[in-house]
C-alpha cells in the first residue's frame, strides 16, 4: 500500500496527475463532493446558528467507504480539490466524513495539471482555509433557505412544482424586462444617404455617407434631386495614426461569451468541454475570474511568439484584474503549454483549446498599426458633407492571430471600415449612384447566453462557477426558452440617383428574426412579476450583487458568515409569512376585451396545463369556455383576435378513407386527428391554416413513417421519433434507440438485439405489482423503489431491521407495509380527491385552472450540531 493517499474530485484529474508521482503515491477522485445536505428536509437548524445537517447520499457510499479505508492504511492524505470556494468545501467534507486528523493531512493547491506545478504543491501544502469553507457555507445555506421558503410560496399561489432561487430568479428578471423593453418599443424611421464614387481610375471606388438621417421623405428625396446635376470633391482629407490593442486573456466569463459567439456553443457545453482540457493537462483551472498570467506563462508565450512570429511580434503585458473580489492568486485560461498549438480529443476539445491558445497568445503580442483616413466629400449645390472613412492595416501585430468577437448590440460600432484609395484634397470624384434608403431603429438586442452572462458579470451577480448552471437551471425549469424565431417582412423605401435618373421603390426584408436568443415563457413572466412584488428585495439587482460581495468577504476572513445569514433570514422570513398569508393568487390573468358573439369578457392567464383563453366569468350562471392559445402566442402579447381564433379549434374536415378528420390543439401540441389517431402538426405549422389537402398530406406522411420496417415473430415493427429521441415500436412495447445504432438504415439483426434486450429488462423490471392500486416495486437503474402511478418513490431502509430492503422480503412485502411507505412520502396519497367540475372546453386541451394547492409549513427541527 502506497505511504500517500492524494484525493482529488475527479477520475480524469486523478489519472493525469497519477502519470507526475511515484509509487509512494496514490491518487484517487472523490468523484465531486462527497456529502450535501439532506434532501427533503431544509437541513438547517435556523435556531442554532444554521448547523447543518449532511448525508452521504447513497451513489456515494461505496466511495466514501474505499476512500476511509485507504485512508486509515496510509501515512498521509493529501486532499487536492480546486482552489475555491466548492473546491475548499469538497476538501473540508472530505476531511469530516473520513474522519482524518490534522496530523496526518495536508492540503494542495495547484492551477495547472502539470508535474512541476504538483510536485511544486506538494513542496508547500497548507491546511483548510475555513474561511473559504464558511463562504461556500453561506452560499449554500442562503440558497437552500431561499429556495426551500419561496418556492412552497410559488406552489400555493401561482403553481405547484415551480421553484425560485436567487441567482436564477434575477437572470429570469433580467429577460423578461429585456422582452418587454422589446415589446414596448416603437421603431422610428428616418432615411440614411449613402453614395459610390468613381476616381476616374480603373475601378476604384470611394463609399460615402452622410453624418445625419432625414426623418421626412420629402427632405430625403429633395437631397437626391439636388444632386442630379451636382459636382463632388473632396472637401479635406485628414490622415492619422490608430492602434488597437488585443483583448486580456480568458476568464471564465469571457470564455464562455466568446465561445457562444465564435463557437455557438452553450455556456454549460463550454464549461463541460473546458472541464476536460483541464483534467487532462491542456489548460489551466477554467473557474477563474483573473486575467493575471504568471510568471512562467509569459515565459513561454514570449519564446512561442519570438519562434512563430519574430521579435516584433512580441509586446510583454501584465493585466490586472478590475473585479474587487478577483483572486489574484488564479491564473486567466491559458494553455499548460504554449508551444502545443494542438491537442488530442474530439473536435470541441480541439476547437475551444485552439481559442483558449490563439486568445492567450495575442494577448502579448504587439499592437495592431493602422493609418486612419477621413475624406470630407463637398457637393456643390448643397452645405452638408458626405464624408468617407476607412483605414489601412499598416502592421498586424496581435491580429495574425487572433480577432476579438462582439456581442450584436456592439457589432454595428465594431465594423471593420473600408479601404480607401488614394485622394488628395480637391480631387473632383464621379457619382456612380446616389440613394436614400429608409431604415428603422432596432429595439434593445434581446439576450443570448453570452450577452446574459456578460450581464450578470457586469452587475456583480454571481460568479465564474454560477454562470453555467443558472442559465441551464432557468431553462430546464421552463422559465425561459432558447430557440430560433422566424422573422416578418417589412417594406421600406428607396430614392436612388444613377445615370442622372431617380428611381422610388418600395423594397421588402425580413426583420425581427432572432437567433439562439433567450424569452421568457408565460410561466416565466408570471413567476417574475410575483417575485417582484412580493420579494421585491431578494430579486433586486443590488441586493443580489451585495450579497456576493458579503460572500467575498466571507472568504477573505472579514465577515463572520452566522451573522451575515441571520441579518438576511429574519426579514426574509417575515416576507414569506406575510406573502403567504395575503398575497393572491397569481396566474398573469389579462383581460382583452369582450367576446362580440357573446357580450363576456376575454381573458388570458396561466392554467393547469399552461396558456389559455377564457370567455366568460367565473360566477357566471353559464361556465366559462376555454381554449389553449398557440404556442406562437404569449399571454402578454396576444390580441382579443388572436385569442377568440383559437376557439375555431378543433374543426372537421371533409372523411378520409372512410375515417373522419379534424383539427385541434392537445397538451402536447396541435394535431390531425383521423379515426382514433392523433398525429402531431409539424413544428411552427399554425393548425388553424390546415385545409382538407394539408390535412391528407399530413396523414399521408404518417402513414408512410408507420409502415413496417421489419416483423418479429409474425408482428410488425415500426419506427418513430419522440420526446425521447428514435425509437421502434414492436407488440405495443416503445423501444428506444441508442446512437450506436444507425437509425435510418436499422438491419433485422439490429431490430431483433433491440428488441430482446428490451424484453429481458422488461422481465426483471418488476418485483411485485399491484396493478388496480396503481402500484409495483421495480427494479431501476439505481436499485429497487416504488411506483405509484405516475410517482417514482424511494424505497425507505426496513424498520424492522434499520437496514435496506433485501431482495426476498421486497418479493414477499405486502400491500399494506407499502402503502405506509408511500404515505412517508405523499401524506395525502390514499385521501378522496375532491370533486372538480371541468368546464367544456371550446378546443381540446381546455382545461379548469385547477383547485388551489395546500402547502403544508414544517418548522425547522432542532440539530445540535452538524451530522456527518
Known amino acids: 500500500m502506497a505511504k500517500n493517499l492524494l484525493i482529488v474530485e475527479s477520475p480524469a484529474k486523478a489519472k493525469t496527475i497519477e502519470g507526475y508521482l511515484g509509487k509512494d503515491f496514490l491518487v484517487k477522485s472523490s468523484y465531486g463532493h462527497i456529502r450535501d445536505l439532506v434532501k427533503g428536509d431544509m437541513g438547517i437548524d435556523i435556531t442554532n446558528d444554521f448547523a447543518q445537517t449532511y448525508e452521504v447520499p447513497s451513489d456515494k457510499k461505496q466511495v466514501v467507504a474505499e476512500l476511509r479505508k485507504l485512508a486509515k492504511e496510509a501515512e498521509m492524505v493529501w486532499l487536492a480539490s480546486d482552489e475555491d470556494r466548492e473546491g475548499e468545501a469538497i476538501s473540508w467534507h472530505l476531511f469530516e466524513t473520513l474522519g482524518l486528523k490534522e496530523a496526518k493531512t495536508k492540503r494542495i493547491v495547484f492551477h495547472e495539471i502539470t508535474k512541476p506545478a504538483i510536485l511544486k504543491a506538494i513542496e508547500t501544502p497548507r491546511t483548510i482555509d475555513y474561511n473559504l469553507v464558511h463562504a461556500q457555507q453561506a452560499r449554500r445555506v442562503l440558497d437552500r433557505l431561499v429556495g426551500f421558503e419561496l418556492s412552497p410560496v410559488l406552489w400555493k399561489k401561482v403553481k405547484p412544482s415551480l421553484s425560485a432561487g436567487r441567482v436564477q430568479s434575477v437572470a429570469v428578471r433580467l429577460i423578461v424586462d429585456r422582452e418587454r423593453e422589446v415589446n414596448k418599443f416603437n421603431s422610428t424611421a428616418a432615411f440614411k444617404i449613402s453614395a459610390i464614387f468613381s476616381t476616374g481610375k480603373g475601378r476604384e471606388t470611394v463609399k460615402a455617407e452622410l453624418p445625419q ?58 464549461m463541460q468541454i473546458a472541464q476536460r482540457l483541464y483534467e487532462s493537462g491542456r489548460i489551466t483551472y477554467m473557474r477563474t475570474d483573473s486575467v493575471n498570467l504568471s510568471e ?31 483572486q489574484e492568486a488564479h491564473e486567466a485560461i491559458r494553455p499548460t503549454y504554449f508551444n502545443h498549438h ?37 457637393i456643390s449645390t448643397r452645405k452638408e458633407n458626405l464624408v468617407a472613412e476607412g483605414e489601412v492595416l499598416k502592421f498586424d501585430g496581435f491580429l495574425k492571430v487572433y480577432l476579438e468577437s462582439y456581442d450584436e448590440d456592439e ?25 436614400a434608403t429608409e431604415r428603422f431603429s432596432r429595439p434593445p438586442a434581446r439576450y443570448t447566453e453570452a450577452s446574459l452572462v456578460k450581464k450578470l458579470e457586469e452587475l456583480g451577480i454571481g460568479r465564474p462557477s454560477t454562470y453555467a448552471p443558472t442559465i441551464s437551471t432557468i431553462q430546464n425549469r421552463g422559465y425561459v426558452v432558447k430557440e430560433d424565431r422566424d422573422g416578418r417582412s417589412r417594406s421600406f423605401n428607396t430614392i436612388v440617383l444613377s445615370g442622372g435618373q431617380i428611381k422610388k421603390q418600395v423594397k421588402t426584408e425580413i426583420t425581427g428574426a432572432e437567433k439562439a436568443k433567450l424569452f421568457p415563457t408565460d410561466i416565466g413572466e408570471v413567476v417574475n412579476d410575483f417575485l417582484v412584488e412580493h420579494f421585491k428585495g431578494i430579486i433586486d439587482f443590488n441586493f443580489t450583487a451585495k450579497v456576493e460581495k458579503e460572500f467575498d468577504e466571507i472568504a477573505q476572513g472579514l465577515q ?11 426579514p426574509f422570513h417575515i416576507e414569506v409569512e406575510t406573502t403567504l398569508e395575503t398575497a393572491d393568487r397569481a396566474n398573469g390573468e389579462r383581460l382583452l376585451g369582450t367576446d362580440p358573439a357573446t357580450g363576456k369578457n376575454v381573458y388570458v392567464k396561466i392554467g393547469k396545463f399552461g396558456p389559455l383563453v377564457q370567455i366568460g366569468n367565473n360566477d357566471d350562471e353559464e361556465k366559462p369556455r376555454y381554449a389553449s392559445l398557440a404556442k406562437s402566442q404569449s399571454v402578454a402579447t396576444v390580441t382579443l383576435e388572436e385569442a377568440l381564433e383559437q376557439f375555431k379549434l378543433p374543426f372537421s374536415l371533409e372523411d378520409y378513407q372512410g375515417k373522419e378528420v379534424s383539427v385541434g390543439v392537445g397538451r402536447f401540441g396541435p394535431y390531425v386527428k383521423w379515426g382514433d389517431a392523433y398525429i402531431s402538426v409539424p413544428k411552427n405549422e399554425d393548425p388553424l391554416s390546415i385545409d382538407q389537402a394539408r390535412a391528407v398530406e399530413i396523414i399521408g406522411e404518417k402513414v408512410i413513417a408507420d409502415a413496417p420496417v421489419a416483423h418479429y415473430e409474425g408482428l410488425p415493427v415500426t419506427k418513430g421519433t419522440g420526446r425521447f429521441g428514435p425509437f421502434i415500436k414492436w407488440n405495443d412495447l416503445f423501444i428506444n434507440v441508442p446512437k450506436a445504432y444507425n437509425f435510418d438504415n436499422l438491419k433485422e439483426q439490429d431490430i431483433e438485439e433491440l428488441i430482446l434486450k428490451k424484453l429481458d429488462k422488461e422481465a426483471n423490471r418488476f418485483i411485485q405489482q399491484w396493478p388496480a392500486d396503481k402500484i409495483a416495486i421495480e427494479n431501476g437503474r439505481w436499485g429497487p423503489f416504488i411506483r405509484f402511478g405516475k410517482e417514482m418513490l424511494k424505497l425507505r431502509k426496513n424498520p424492522a431491521t434499520n437496514d435496506k430492503y433485501t ?23 390514499f385521501e378522496p380527491k375532491k370533486k372538480k367540475v371541468a368546464a367544456k372546453s371550446g378546443a381540446a386541451s381546455g382545461k379548469a385552472t385547477g383547485a388551489k394547492t395546500a402547502v403544508k409549513k414544517k418548522a425547522p427541527a432542532k440539530k445540535a450540531a452538524v451530522k456527518r
Open 213 to 270: 438621417r432625414f426623418e421626412k421623405e420629402a427632405d430625403a428625396e429633395q437631397f437626391v434631386n439636388d444632386c442630379i446635376n451636382a459636382s463632388f470633391s473632396v472637401s479635406s482629407l485628414e490622415t492619422k495614426p490608430a492602434k488597437r490593442n488585443p483583448a486580456a486573456p480568458f476568464t471564465t466569463s469571457t470564455l464562455q461569451q466568446e465561445a457562444s459567439r465564435k463557437l455557438g456553443y452553450s455556456v454549460s457545453r463550454t
Open 296 to 326: 512562467t506563462a509569459l515565459q513561454g508565450a514570449a519564446a512561442e511568439i519570438r519562434s512563430a512570429y519574430g521579435d516584433k511580434y512580441h509586446q510583454l503585458r501584465v493585466y490586472k484584474t478590475k473585479s474587487a473580489g478577483a
Open 342 to 378: 494542438t491537442v488530442p480529443g474530439d473536435s470541441s476539445e480541439q476547437r475551444l483549446y485552439d481559442l483558449i491558445w490563439k486568445r492567450a497568445i495575442a494577448s502579448q503580442m504587439s499592437e495592431a498599426l493602422f493609418e486612419k483616413t477621413t475624406a470630407q466629400i463637398g
Open 411 to 435: 457589432a454595428e460600432d465594431s465594423e471593420n471600415n473600408n479601404m480607401l484609395p488614394p485622394l488628395a484634397r480637391g480631387q473632383e470624384l464621379l457619382l456612380n449612384e446616389l440613394s
Open 560 to 570: 463572520e458568515w452566522t451573522k451575515m445569514l441571520h441579518s438576511f433570514y429574519k
Open 807 to 829: 431482495p426476498e422480503e421486497l418479493a414477499a412485502i405486502s400491500l399494506d407495509t407499502v402503502k405506509a411507505l408511500i404515505v412517508e412520502q405523499v401524506p395525502n396519497a
